[in-house]
């Protein structure tokens, strides 16, 4: 049994992206005029232009939880209420953004927000990719592509403590992660998520909260997917926040393999930088409830 | 009418940069200003209160680091780190270089406490910024640098120690992750880009 989840997380992990090489360490020398000095600057940074969205939001009750990782294992998170978007965001949705925004198209984006996989699979600036349904989770997206898309329409990209809040519901039941059955049937989500971030969202029954699509379809950023892994103290660097990746996985085995899932999310979201565009990585939005 | 004439020569010069960047975009990995830090729009505070734009610190070469004013384990040798790479740059050309701290704790990081942070470790001069915005800023500019912080306590921030060199465009040039390790390579970094 644990061959097949460690299988199913090299599969995932693996899926994911292949690292780019490391960043930039040296540089082409600066070649261009453009803006040699503060007298001549062009350079002219774009506010986010707003959208309005008609998009169903649910609200989540407030409450508490006890985090899979993250600050001591005892540790219980309150959550505050908040409204959250019933689905992710579609590739139709995503359009809307772009019309409005469009230095965020595929051949306008600033390379310090995305990867050159930005919306890969989009047949041009506003054209919509031709094998995924316009109703389908828009991916390829890097989370700065996310925050901005949230920011047009006036809402915010969950916490990682939002999300799985969320995601701990089952159909019938708010908190369902003491439940095997819950548990087993999100990693059989997980299992068969190969290419369904193509179909579109809302096909199958909604959480305890009226949520869609919260497994089996993509991965979801979060607003800070990559602070999680932290351990206590000051971090001598990336290389020892990857090492608590692992450290999670030890202590894994350590435990039981409830947590499996979750477990699965926090090394997806270990493994992402905020420039990365993945085709099974999209997003959704909340909003305070104010 | 004198705004009106520099507001049309304001325009006539964005536009026509605009365009010299449009025929760039072929050559997309190449298009260096795409990559350029001063294409971030949000507005930061200094130690001495004033409200700026990254942009706004173009023309200098930049070291940058996050750190926060109450931290007490590695923002201070990340201080003293900034203050001896200072030292290995080439006295000649130090005019050139900007050193700037970005608070991660945004909130408390007062632009009181961001002065008495530069004073008490006797970073004196233009030289020595210290930037505070808000939290999705700070965030953004993090992913940005691809420096990771958590909130541990309201008084404690888990935190990457990276120091990155960028260009006087704004574009990375150079990374150093890690305490109190030789300097020498990041100062040559910087001496590259003047």
Known sequence: ?290 | MKNIFFSLVALLIISSCQEKQMQQQPEEQQNLSSQSIFNINSTWETATGEKIKLADLQGDVLAVTMVYTSCKVSCPRLAFDMKELEKQVEKEKRGNVKYVFISIDPENDTPEKMQNFLRSYKLNGDQWIFLRSNEDNTRELANVLTVRYKELSPMELSHSNIISVFSKNGVLAYQKEGLSTDLNETAKAIEKQL
């Open chain 1, 1 to 290: 049994m644990r061959v097949i989840y460690i299988a199913l997380l090299s599969l995932i992990l693996f899926s994911c992206k292949e690292s780019p090489e490391q960043k930039t360490v040296e540089s082409q020398p600066v070649k261009d005029t453009v803006a040699a000095n503060k007298e001549t600057s062009n350079f002219q940074p774009k506010d986010i232009v707003p959208i309005t969205s008609n998009k169903k939001m649910v609200k989540i009750e407030a409450g508490e939880y006890h985090p899979f990782i993250g600050g001591d294992s005892d540790s219980v998170v309150a959550i505050k209420s908040f409204y959250m978007d019933e689905t992710p965001v579609t590739n139709a949705e995503y359009l809307d953004f772009l019309r409005a925004n469009p230095e965020w198209t595929k051949s306008n984006i600033l390379r310090i927000y995305a990867d050159s996989t930005y919306l890969q699979n989009w047949i041009s600036d506003f054209v919509l990719p031709a094998d995924a349904s316009p109703d389908a989770p828009v991916t390829n997206v890097s989370w700065f592509a996310a925050k901005a898309y949230a920011q047009s329409v006036g809402k915010r990209l969950p916490t990682v403590d939002e999300w799985e809040y969320v995601g701990r519901a089952s159909e019938s039941v708010r908190d369902a992660s003491d439940d095997p059955e819950y548990t087993k049937n999100v990693l059989d989500l997980y299992q068969h998520q190969r290419g369904k971030y193509k179909e579109p969202v809302k096909q199958g029954n909604p959480n305890y909260w009226g949520v869609y699509d919260m497994f089996g379809k993509i991965w979801e950023w979060t607003i800070d997917f990559n602070s999680v892994m932290l351990s206590g103290g000051d971090s001598q660097g990336r290389n020892s926040v990857n090492a608590g990746l692992y450290c999670g996985g030890a202590a894994l085995t350590a435990t039981d393999l409830r947590d499996y899932a979750s477990f699965l999310r926090f090394a997806m979201r270990g493994s992402l930088k905020a420039d990365y565009t993945v085709n099974n990585v999209g997003f959704r939005c909340v909003k305070n409830i104010n």
